[in-house]
């Protein structure tokens, strides 16, 4: 549907950070009678997500159209420079494409923008109320555009707005505590915000389904390698996604007749099997040496590594990142720039023919920045890696037994992101049938909401294209 001229109609995003279509459209939908309603009279699909499928840079590829590598984001944190030590947090000023909310603002529409990440610190954006997202540091910062619109954020959720839960701890009554307080008072501020503002189109992020899935998926994951029945917390999923329902279904009522309403997320989740040591396994595959062997378990940037001798290291998370110690790049390079082609074609053979720990294939993943993307902008590495589809988590620290861990090594983590999230369209003033949707990507969301606000959607090398079944639905 395209927005006419005079139109009254409006359209709201509900984000929902890690939510897999198996989940939320599948087990739990019966339990969920507000998103069932928008499934079976809206549009629904499965969103693929982006490379690398992390919340950054993952939303600002929803919300520009353009891939990882033209954004020059490839996760939270990134290595600066050539540094063998540095690196920085992503935040909102290292996002220089132009958003759908910045894009709409040039046609004169006013927009709420709740939370997207990276959304600290706020940006200054004509027509728009905008409230920044998880990375910001406190309540003390100025964390509203325009910034006097603080003291109403903190009115609407009681004095006490909260951006993010401590999730990596074992305290799981603490974290589930913290969970839904901060999910009631995002949908309260939401709530304000909608009904207290003028806007043309209204997006808002929840980060609270992803610090669930991380902190709780034994639990309540049957087929989690750590799952024991009868737990306390097996029907946490249920009891948290049947909250959020309510709340969706009062915030699409706060929104009126007049709103198309998109219901989507940046990635899925599934249970983590294991992390994989990949320095450890650099250093035994000849490519990272010590001058001193770690003293316990220590990051790598702390480790005493003789940089003479070594050809390449990595950073853990959900996938590897994997640098070269390249002569005339790095400060102690060793490798010739004109071999770096065939050393980066050496180490993928090597990464492709990892075993698990059972013996068995690990189907890895390994990708070039410059060939995944076409122009890879920014601080990148040199190569991606995906351990076993993802399913393992890439281990940056040192000094352990094993290659193979069956614990994050940087805190308590029960779940890996999948590439595969949520699409639903839901329009109350018309039944659409429950249609599904085939061939979604992330980078179509943004050419398709400008194309419903009849938005010149740009000819810049964007990635997404317009879809086409929900302009003429």
Not at 96 to 102: A, L, N, S
Not at 138 to 144: H, I, N, P, Q, W
């Amino acid at each position: 549907m395209v927005l006419q001229s005079g139109d009254d109609r409006k359209v709201a995003v509900i984000g929902l950070d890690s939510v897999p279509p198996e989940y939320m459209f599948s087990k739990l939908l019966s339990k969920l009678p507000n998103i069932k309603r928008m499934y079976e009279r809206g549009l629904h699909g499965t969103l693929v997500s982006c490379d690398p499928p992390i919340t950054v840079p993952a939303w600002m590829v929803m919300m520009t159209g353009k891939n990882p590598g033209k954004l020059g984001i490839y996760g939270f944190r990134h290595r600066k420079g050539h540094s063998y030590k540095d690196g920085y947090i992503v935040n909102s000023m290292h996002v220089k494409e132009e958003t759908v909310w910045q894009a709409l603002a040039r046609k004169g529409k006013r927009s709420i923008v709740l939370g997207v990440p990276p959304g600290y610190p706020p940006r200054s954006v004509q027509n728009c109320n905008i409230v920044s997202c998880f990375i910001t540091p406190s309540m003390d910062k100025v964390f509203t555009y325009p910034a006097e619109l603080k003291s109403e954020i903190l009115a609407s959720s009681n004095g006490e707005y909260i951006f993010d839960v401590t999730f990596r701890t074992e305290n799981r009554d603490a974290i589930k505590k913290e969970l839904f307080e901060m999910t009631e008072k995002r949908f309260d501020v939401a709530e304000y915000l909608a009904k207290n503002k003028p806007w043309d189109f209204f997006i808002m992020h929840e980060i609270g389904f992803d610090r669930l899935h991380h902190a709780f998926w034994k639990f309540f994951d049957p087929t989690h390698p750590k799952y024991v029945a009868g737990n306390q917390y097996e029907h946490l999923d249920e009891e948290y996604y049947e909250m959020v329902d309510q709340r969706i279904g009062k915030l699409v009522d706060s929104f009126g007749e007049d709103c198309i309403t998109f219901v989507v997320s940046d990635h899925g989740s599934k249970g983590m099997r294991g992390a994989f040591c990949v320095n450890q396994w650099l250093q035994k595959e000849g490519y990272l040496s010590f001058k001193t062997p770690p003293s316990g378990i220590v990051d790598i940037e702390k480790a005493d590594i003789d940089w003479a001798k070594t050809k390449a290291w990595g950073w853990g998370g959900y996938y590897a990142r994997i640098f070269f110690n390249v002569k005339g790049r790095e400060p102690n390079g060793i490798i010739d720039p004109k071999d770096l082609p065939r050393e980066e074609k050496m180490l993928e053979e090597k990464f492709n023919s990892i075993r698990d720990d059972k013996g068995k294939k690990m189907n890895n993943l390994v990708f070039e920045p410059d060939k995944l993307y076409g122009t890879a902008l920014g601080d990148k590495p040199d190569l991606m890696v995906y351990f076993g589809d993802l399913d393992w988590r890439s281990a940056g620290t040192v000094g352990h037994d094993s290659l193979y861990l069956f614990e994050n090594d940087t805190g308590p983590d029960d779940s890996v992101h999948s590439m595969n999230g949520i699409f639903l369209m839901y329009d109350p003033k018309r039944n659409l049938g429950g249609k599904e949707l085939h061939n979604l990507n992330i980078e179509d969301i943004a050419p398709t909401l400008l194309e419903m606000y009849g938005a010149n959607v740009p000819n810049d090398g964007i990635d997404g294209k317009v879809l086409e079944e929900v302009i003429n639905a």
